[in-house]
């Protein structure tokens, strides 16, 4: 019984996901951001985007889709950092631009011919990862102005037990502008919208979702001044990896039996 009225929530959650999308970036938007100047408007479609995401969360946890709890919420207050974060689900987005502010993302451009999804990306100002000559300049300009960068370096969802293999673009651009990393690790207990399932797959009992926001990291300070930049960059990533894999493991000698 608790299963099928989670189904419902789950379906009722996604039907408003997608109105939510369309009231927010095809009537609300559009209907107030020619009150703010021309450059100030992605900042204001991303606290838009904020709040949205915020009530989602909150639905979420209402209607018994899952069970949600933040741990190192002061650690995400403050602008020009770069988030960095596993990414085990679809929802992981979700979680980050509802709790990070003024968040700009770099985003597969895949993404961006979603209508759904296409249309808030471009309002926000997000960054599309087609283009390493241009991530860079994009991503300078964003924490300058003081918004905070959010990258995934695993590149893609990737299942919790896999090995943490991870890409050196948050490290090269932690290092290259001295922004300080905000490690963030995401855990579903079970997954929830992982690698492979579908919208549909309702786990056996309510997912425990947990956002764990760990110490800021001072790239200067991890890393040798004169190292070159691509051996730094590579350092630092490995450096990521352990903090990672060291996180996993001690969350995963937590979990009680048979639902890890």
Not at 56 to 74: I, K, N, P, S, Y
Not at 208 to 216: I, P
Request: aromatic share 10%; proline share 8%.
């Amino acid at each position: 019984m608790e299963r099928g009225l989670r189904f419902a929530a789950t379906v009722l959650s996604y039907l408003v996901y997608g109105l939510g999308a369309l009231l927010v970036w095809w009537l609300i938007y559009p209907a107030t951001a020619w009150r703010h100047p021309p450059a100030a408007r992605p900042a204001y479609a991303r606290r838009l985007s904020r709040r949205a995401f915020r009530f989602f969360v909150e639905w979420m946890r209402r209607t018994g889709v899952w069970d949600f709890h933040l741990e190192g919420a002061q650690r995400l207050r403050g602008r020009g950092r770069v988030i960095v974060a596993n990414h085990p689900s679809f929802l992981d987005i979700v979680l980050l631009f509802a709790f990070v502010e003024d968040a700009v993302c770099v985003v597969k451009p895949s993404l961006a011919r979603v209508p759904l999804v296409g249309r808030p990306i471009r309002c926000c100002g997000h960054i599309l990862a087609d283009d390493s000559q241009t991530l860079l300049p994009a991503a300078l300009a964003a924490l300058r102005q003081g918004a905070n960068l959010i990258l995934f370096p695993q590149g893609t969802r990737t299942p919790p037990e896999a090995a943490w293999r991870f890409q050196r673009s948050a490290a090269r651009i932690a290092l290259e502008t001295g922004a300080p990393i905000v490690p963030v690790y995401l855990r579903y207990r079970p997954l929830l919208l992982g690698k492979g399932q579908s919208w549909h797959q309702v786990p056996e009992y309510r997912p425990a979702v947990t956002v764990t926001v760990g110490a800021e990291i001072d790239p200067g300070k991890v890393m040798d001044a004169g190292l070159p930049l691509s051996v730094a960059a590579r350092r630092l990533t490995r450096h990521l990896e352990r903090l990672y894999s060291d996180w996993h493991e001690r969350d995963a000698s937590r979990a009680p039996a048979g639902r890890r």
